[in-house]
């Protein structure tokens, strides 16, 4: 005799199927979500990096008065299909924008920003620069509120502008659509929103950066100003990052770094160690986009010659540890902001 379930059987089993799906589910689809919204925003920071690079080589990048003009030739490079002007930003971009900054020892405070009194690049995370921001929309449904920097220099020799010192860029990588938070669907590229990008109790820290080299002529020049000790014949990404914050005490310490460092491997270690885990939804929603391991400390190492201290983590070898690297190495920074 053929042997089956009851109908209560059967019951009881969709009814423990159900549960189990109600409880994943939701856990499933955002973990999708976040891994979508994150390969938009490398993809189109590549395209958008590939561009700069290619203005910078062609030697376009620099010497526009206003963030209307630097868009112009931009369009040459990457292709953009609507422009909005500064008063005109939500016709553009989506109008209201949930910016939840995180703390790493006291949680995540919210607040709502509206786009359209993103004015300027102060209102990006930056000081004045003079120019007002305007809206972009690009062919691949991004859109978008840039600022540009006058003071943007290029070198056509070098292949590694970015636009550090050029643009401050927020963007949608889903369009007006949902849910229009920063650190999902929304991201910056030299920028952040409110008062800091996340904090630590009371101290402020601005998007982590990988910022343009320095020359050793622009370096000599500067180096009073910035709390420089010393210049190197070298493309000098640790000055250059100096330069971005407004001087040496305005990075990151390597206490606040190795703080950090413990935010996203959740432990307390100070020191060096092995076989830790990287929390990946941590480190994206502090503003890392990649597997770049390494981040600048704003200590300057007089023994060895043209090294700094960096503060690192081996996401492939699951390690974190202190380094001294090369100031031709370029490594994330971070600057502290009032």
Known sequence: MKKGFTLAETLITLAIIGIVAA???????????????????????????????????????????????????????????????????DSCFVDKI?????????????????????????????????????????????????????????????NQVVGTNCIALVYDTSGFKSPNTFTKDIHGVNSYLG????????????????PDSMGKNECEANKDELGINDCYDIDDYWAGAAKVCGGVNNMATEAQIARIGNYLYNTSVSG???????????????????????????????????????????????????????RYSRDYAICLVD
């Open 23 to 89: 409880i994943t589910l939701p856990s499933l689809i955002n973990n999708y979500q976040s891994r979508a919204w994150n390969t938009a925003a490398q993809v189109f920071e590549k395209k958008l990096e590939d561009a700069l690079k290619v203005m910078n080589s062609q030697e376009v990048l620099a010497g526009y008065s206003s963030t209307g003009d630097f868009i112009n030739e931009l369009k040459k490079y990457i292709k953009i299909t609507k422009v909005c002007s500064n008063n005109k930003l």
């Open 195 to 210: 008062n800091c990008a996340f904090k630590d109790g009371g101290t402020c820290f601005g998007a982590p950066f990988l």
């Open 272 to 326: 060096s160690m092995s076989n830790v885990t990287r929390d990946n939804e941590k480190y994206n929603k502090l503003g890392f986009n990649d597997n770049h391991h390494y981040i600048i400390t704003n200590h300057e190492e007089p023994s060895i010659t043209g090294f700094a201290l960096t503060r690192g983590w081996w996401f492939q070898a699951n390690r974190i540890n202190n380094a001294y690297t090369n």
């Open 98 to 158: 949930t910016w939840n900054i995180i703390d790493i020892s006291n949680g995540t405070e919210s607040q709502t920003i509206i786009s359209k009194e993103l004015k300027n690049s102060s209102d990006l995370g930056h000081d004045d620069w003079n120019t007002e921001t305007v809206g972009i929309q690009f062919a691949d449904g991004v859109s978008g509120v840039l600022a540009y920097n006058p003071d943007c220099e290029q070198n056509p020799y070098s």
